[in-house]
Nanobody
Framework: QVHVVESGGGSVQSGGSLTLSCVASTYSDPRSCMAWFRQAPGKEREGVASIDADGSTSYKDSVKGRFTISRDSANQTVLLQMNSLNPEDTAMYYC????????????????????WGQGTQVTVSS
């Protein structure tokens, strides 16, 4: 069974920064694909960023240049560094993990992930 656990959410003012962390039992697998998603009240869950075992990344357009996803091998953790936060970033943030099929590409698409964390709340006030 794959375990996914997020941490690091909180409340910040507009322009502030937060770092989210995610631990998943699939981290060390060379087929590993991990991603961050978010869901605001009344809206659909959307992909924010993804990273594969080689460190290749993909981002939602609205977070490019502000958010950075990375792998911390020492702690077997995937981090999401979020800078220049604005109220539109307010949402429950979820980490997801799965293994890529042969030839597959790691993208932050909801349908591609079968293992999810419980979520961590991020609130940005103006």
């Amino acid at each position: 069974q794959v375990h996914v656990v997020e941490s690091g959410g909180g409340s910040v003012q507009s322009g502030g920064s937060l770092t989210l962390s995610c631990v998943a039992s699939t981290y060390s697998d060379p087929r590993s694909c991990m991603a961050w998603f978010r869901q605001a009240p009344g809206k659909e869950r959307e992909g924010v960023a993804s990273i594969d075992a080689d460190g290749s990344t993909s981002y939602k357009d609205s977070v490019k240049g502000r958010f950075t996803i990375s792998r911390d091998s020492a702690n077997q953790t995937v981090l999401l560094q979020m800078n220049s936060l604005n109220p539109e970033d307010t949402a429950m943030y979820y980490c997801a993990a799965d293994l890529l099929p042969p030839g597959g590409r790691c993208r932050p698409a909801v349908f591609a992930f079968g293992h999810w964390g419980q979520g961590t709340q991020v609130t940005v006030s103006s």
